[in-house]
């Protein structure tokens, strides 16, 4: 199964893949995880990164991408992957597209977008900054994050949609029924063939 989850920051991206990954047994690629690692080891993506996560700033599109790349191979090469946060940006998207072109097997079958209004991810980033203390969770930066979001995430969705392949899911009930109404939504994709399952936009709407 090959999955992207498509939220704005605080909506529940993470917690709703690591539980796809966990049900499903595939890659959870968090390109935020992924990055904040690099930062913490130093490396040399973590060192340009770094600025950016700060600010709440997308990192250049060729240092994600070179750093994903191999990552969401693997995944497709071992049962698949479910992508937290990356494509990010139209370009991502457009770039992975093409790349997903030349390799058999490893192209998105869905994109969930959890939808989630302004003022619950303003309730959730309180919660969460006083939980976690991440150093890109300050208000002036979630809101900069949210404003990213929307001028440069948001347009994903309409790539996607073109495509067929986007799924909307109210991300703001409980985390169980999301999970639930995601689980729903995969379904038509569970029953593995091989040579690998249909796209979503093949499917008929009725089983979407
Ligand atoms: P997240 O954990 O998904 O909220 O991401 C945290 C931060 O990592 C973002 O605010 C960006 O600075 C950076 N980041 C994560 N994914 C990407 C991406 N696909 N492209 C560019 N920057 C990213």
């Not at 869905?110 to 959730?124: C, D, I, M, T, W």
């Given at each position: 199964?090959?999955l992207l989850l498509v939220a704005?920051?605080?909506a529940g991206k993470g917690t709703q893949a690591t539980k796809l990954a966990?049900?499903?047994?595939?890659?959870h690629l968090s390109s935020?995880?992924?990055?904040?690692?690099?930062?913490?080891?130093?490396?040399?993506?973590?060192?340009?990164?770094?600025?950016?996560?700060?600010?709440?700033?997308?990192?250049?599109?060729?240092?994600?991408?070179?750093?994903?790349?191999?990552?969401?191979?693997?995944?497709?090469?071992?049962?698949?992957y479910v992508l937290d946060g990356f494509p990010r940006?139209?370009?991502?998207?457009?770039?992975?597209?093409?790349?997903?072109?030349?390799?058999?097997?490893?192209?998105l079958?869905a994109v969930l977008h959890l939808?989630?209004?302004?003022?619950?991810?303003?309730?959730?980033?309180?919660?969460?900054?006083?939980?976690?203390?991440?150093?890109?969770?300050?208000?002036?930066?979630?809101?900069?994050?949210?404003?990213?979001?929307?001028?440069?995430?948001?347009?994903?969705?309409?790539?996607?949609?073109?495509?067929?392949?986007?799924v909307?899911i109210?991300g703001?009930?409980?985390?169980?029924?999301v999970?639930?109404?995601v689980?729903?939504a995969v379904?038509?994709?569970?029953?593995?063939?091989?040579?690998?399952?249909?796209?979503?936009?093949?499917?008929?709407?009725?089983?979407?």
């Amino acid at each position: 199964m090959r999955l992207l989850l498509v939220a704005p920051p605080g909506a529940g991206k993470g917690t709703q893949a690591t539980k796809l990954a966990a049900r499903y047994g595939i890659a959870h690629l968090s390109s935020g995880e992924m990055l904040r690692k690099e930062v913490t080891a130093r490396t040399e993506i973590g060192r340009i990164a770094a600025d950016y996560l700060r600010r709440g700033d997308l990192v250049p599109d060729e240092l994600v991408i070179a750093m994903l790349a191999p990552a969401v191979l693997e995944a497709t090469r071992s049962g698949g992957y479910v992508l937290d946060g990356f494509p990010r940006t139209l370009n991502q998207a457009q770039e992975a597209y093409r790349v997903s072109k030349q390799v058999e097997g490893i192209e998105l079958q869905a994109v969930l977008h959890l939808v989630v209004s302004r003022r619950e991810l303003h309730r959730r980033f309180e919660a969460r900054a006083a939980k976690e203390g991440r150093n890109d969770d300050t208000e002036a930066t979630f809101m900069h994050r949210l404003e990213v979001f929307d001028s440069q995430t948001e347009p994903l969705l309409g790539f996607y949609s073109e495509r067929g392949l986007v799924v909307d899911i109210d991300g703001e009930q409980p985390v169980d029924k999301v999970f639930a109404d995601v689980v729903t939504a995969v379904q038509p994709l569970v029953s593995e063939v091989p040579g690998g399952a249909p796209a979503l936009d093949s499917l008929p709407p009725s089983s979407r």
